[in-house]
């Protein structure tokens, strides 16, 4: 069946440090892949979406590339933020309904 | 503005009374969903809809009934078979066919005592 795995948080980092959130995906075909942010308290906005293989999302600096070879869909940022702690779900559309990775935790300290 | 609302923010409900979440969008869109999240872990989908009376079961359905008479509206009830309905309820939109992407509202956290 159709799934999503990303790496376990919390993640913690320095303001400016590199960040990386893997996530791999199990599904038949090649769905569209998202990165969902959740602020506290608040719903999910979408950060960014590819729709096939080798597609590049970016927004806000965060980037994540399509890899069909790896079944992959990891996020990146070069310089993060105390703005970005957050938690960050990957997700993939299985016919109309998405199904989502547990979400990693970002914590930002200045 | 356009955009999806749920209301209340925050909902008390005692154990055993039924509950009914609302959930409204002025985005025009054809298809609803609502998802469930709890602590630490992904958002599971309840029910969905895509088109005005017409509606289908996720994955975690059991306790839960929706209605969809109308296309801006969505509600969701939690009634007393939902054995832990504590938790953090999402709505979701998508503009209809030929479109993936999914626009959140901002959440009812319920708390059943």
């Known amino acids: 069946g159709n799934s999503v795995t990303q790496m376990e948080g919390p993640v913690t980092l320095s303001e400016e440090a590199f960040l990386t959130i893997n996530c791999t995906y199990t599904?038949?075909?090649?769905?569209?892949l998202f990165w969902y942010v959740q602020y506290p308290g608040e719903g999910l906005q979408l950060l960014l979406k590819?729709?096939?293989?080798?597609d590049k999302g970016s927004n806000k600096g965060f980037e994540a590339t399509y890899r069909k070879e790896t079944t992959s869909f990891h996020l990146e940022k070069g310089s993060v933020q105390v703005s970005d702690s957050a938690v960050y779900f990957c997700?993939?559309?299985?016919?109309?309904?998405?199904?989502f990775g547990k979400g990693t935790t970002l914590s930002v300290s200045s | 503005d356009g955009g999806i609302t749920q209301s209340p923010k925050y909902l008390f409900r005692k154990e055993g009374q039924n509950v009914t979440l609302s959930c409204e969008q002025n985005l025009n869109h054809d298809a609803m969903y609502w998802y469930r999240q709890d602590p630490g872990q992904g958002l599971r989908l309840i029910y969905y809809s895509q088109i005005v009376n017409d509606f289908q079961k996720g994955d975690i359905a059991e306790g839960y009934s929706v209605s969809r008479e109308k296309k801006e509206s969505f509600p969701l009830t939690v009634t007393s078979a939902q054995k832990n309905p504590t938790a953090f309820y999402l709505c979701?939109?998508?503009?209809?066919?030929?479109?993936?992407?999914?626009?959140f509202g901002p959440g009812t956290r319920l708390t059943v005592l």
């Open positions: 979701a939109s998508r503009r209809g066919a030929g479109t993936d992407t999914q626009y």
């Open positions: 997700a993939l559309l299985a016919g109309t309904a998405l199904i």
């Open positions: 599904a038949t075909g090649y769905p569209s």
């Open positions: 590819a729709t096939k293989a080798d």
